[in-house]
């Protein structure tokens, strides 16, 4: 995924840092993400310090979920510290992700045939602290366990005082953790996992069951741009209503 831009910064003159020989405003497709991608930092840090208003009877913010210890008996911090190291680490990992930030934030290289700035030995992944971005398929199994709960909660988003009912709420969280699942099941890592490490399926073990999952994770994963976009969007949005509930800013509407 992090390709070195080996046409620009090889042409003779152009080596120094933002030479191209592209006409477009190529500077612009990194504004999208700066600024959502930013504000979404922004958000999700301020809402990990905060430690209030993540419980909006049965909503709980996915940012607080699985919740640890929220009364405090031996962590004194807020509960969303212990848990956001997870999906955090998943997405600063996600391929995606790091072709995104390293153009971004980095300018390494700015854009696809721009020369970032010339002169340096360049290592990539393969040499420390990049090297790190392997541990992804780790955090792939972390959140994988962090889906679990929130499908949990999601469905404890079915009941209220005992009985069912679906509210605003119920369906948000819904969407959101569809998204979420969505967006991890088109991971390149488990792409990886179930099949795309295989040369044969025909020879290995529960062959055709590997192929047909392959398949179905590579549709989904040829969208993970998409996926990891939306999904970005829909938790931070998930957790903004489940806040304004909590703190009474507006109402959830019960449907059923
Ligand atoms: S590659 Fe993006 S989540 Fe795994």
Redesign the pocket.
């Known amino acids: 995924m992090y390709n070195r831009v080996a046409d620009s910064s090889t042409v003779k003159g152009l080596t120094r840092f933002g030479s191209t020989q592209r006409h477009d405003a190529w500077w612009a497709e990194n504004l999208p993400f700066i600024i959502v991608f930013g504000s979404f930092l922004v958000y999700a840090t301020w809402r990990a310090f905060e430690n209030n208003f993540f419980w909006a009877d049965p909503y709980l913010s996915p940012f607080y979920s699985p919740l640890i210890d929220p009364h405090h008996h031996w962590w004194p911090f807020s509960p969303a510290l212990l848990i956001l190291g997870g999906p955090g680490g ?2 600063l ?5 790091r072709k995104a930030y390293y153009r971004a934030a980095f300018m390494d290289p700015p854009a696809c045939a721009v020369s970032e700035s010339g002169g340096r030995k360049y290592r990539g992944e393969t040499s420390f602290p990049f090297i790190l971005q392997n541990v ?1 398929r780790y955090f ?1 199994y972390i959140v994988t366990v962090v889906l679990c709960f929130l499908w949990y909660d999601t469905v404890v988003a079915f009941r209220f005082h005992g009985r069912f009912g679906i509210g605003v709420g119920t369906l948000i969280m819904l969407v959101n953790v569809i998204l979420l699942t969505t ?2 099941l ?5 792409r990886h996992l179930v099949g795309g490490k295989l040369d044969c399926f025909s020879c290995t073990a529960l062959g055709p069951p590997r192929h047909t999952a392959w398949r179905g994770v590579t549709k989904l994963n040829e969208h ?1 741009m998409f996926w ?1 976009w939306i999904s970005m969007i829909s938790v931070a949005l998930t957790d903004l209503y489940i806040r304004l509930v909590s703190a009474g800013v507006i109402r959830d509407f019960r449907l059923l």
């Open positions: 998943f997405r990992t996600c391929y995606y992700y992804h792939f967006y991890s088109s991971c390149h890592s488990l993970h990891a």
